[in-house]
């Protein structure tokens, strides 16, 4: 009867381990879902791909987006809807959308998997729940890219102002500091007169 009751508790210690390692299996394939940043899959991609999407871009996208039990919530396929047309980089849409489409040559066609919080957060949209990781499929139909003289004023831009509160900066530090000369001048002067009288 010893001998029995201790292969019924090696067998007790046996079972406890495998749940043990289960439920931890079960926990880290929990945590490998919530992505933290948009998960890409090219499922089409030309075979010349000259130019790549990027900030500013003007362009054109298909797109099917659907919950994970694959329930839809938006298409340009539907009657009403239609491509949708936007410059890239403007917050026009979700930011996993646009991260998704960054990239992307003219015809090629992905998957993404946008976790919530680079889509409708906690508080959803629509017919979509809180806290949902969605999925889109995206075609990117047009691209057209930014003109020279629009990449040009982007840049003087961004380098202006950096250099004009440089510049105004300099001119308030200057006339604090010629503000403050007179002051100096003038009591050297009325020191001078003290010393002849």
Same mark, same amino acid.
């Given at each position: 009867?010893?001998?029995?009751?201790?292969?019924?508790?090696?067998?007790?210690?046996?079972?406890?381990?495998?749940?043990?390692?289960?439920?931890?299996?079960?926990?880290?394939?929990?945590?490998?879902?919530?992505?933290?940043?948009?998960?890409?899959?090219?499922?089409?991609?030309?075979?010349?791909?000259?130019?790549?999407?990027?900030?500013?871009?003007?362009?054109?996208?298909?797109?099917?987006?659907?919950?994970?039990?694959?329930?839809?919530?938006?298409?340009? !396929? /539907?009657?009403?809807?239609?491509? %949708?047309?936007?410059?890239?980089?403007?917050?026009?849409? +979700? #930011? $996993?959308?646009?991260?998704?489409?960054?990239?992307?040559?003219?015809?090629?066609?992905? !998957? /993404?998997?946008?976790?919530?919080? %680079?889509?409708?957060?906690?508080?959803?949209?629509?017919? +979509? #729940? $809180?806290?949902?990781?969605?999925?889109?499929?995206?075609?990117?139909?047009?691209?057209? !890219?930014?003109?020279?003289?629009?990449?040009?004023?982007?840049?003087?831009?961004?380098?202006?102002?950096?250099?004009?509160?440089?510049?105004?900066?300099?001119?308030?530090?200057?006339?604090?500091?010629?503000?403050?000369?007179?002051?100096?001048?003038?009591?050297?002067?009325?020191?001078?007169?003290?010393?002849?009288?």
């Amino acid at each position: 009867s010893s001998g029995i009751n201790a292969e019924y508790g090696q067998l007790m210690i046996l079972q406890l381990v495998i749940v043990l390692l289960f439920d931890g299996c079960a926990s880290l394939s929990t945590t490998s879902k919530k992505l933290k940043d948009v998960l890409i899959t090219v499922e089409y991609r030309p075979e010349t791909c000259d130019m790549f999407a990027e900030d500013g871009d003007k362009i054109t996208i298909e797109y099917t987006g659907y919950l994970e039990n694959g329930l839809e919530f938006d298409s340009t !396929k /539907l009657p009403e809807r239609g491509p %949708l047309n936007f410059t890239l980089g403007t917050n026009t849409v +979700i #930011p $996993g959308l646009e991260r998704g489409i960054l990239g992307m040559c003219f015809g090629e066609r992905r !998957k /993404l998997v946008i976790p919530a919080h %680079l889509a409708y957060g906690n508080q959803g949209y629509r017919t +979509i #729940p $809180g806290d949902s990781t969605i999925f889109f499929d995206v075609a990117l139909t047009r691209l057209k !890219k930014k003109s020279i003289l629009e990449r040009t004023v982007t840049a003087v831009q961004f380098f202006m102002f950096p250099l004009t509160t440089s510049i105004i900066i300099f001119y308030l530090w200057q006339k604090m500091n010629n503000s403050e000369e007179p002051s100096h001048t003038s009591n050297r002067k009325s020191k001078r007169n003290r010393r002849r009288n």
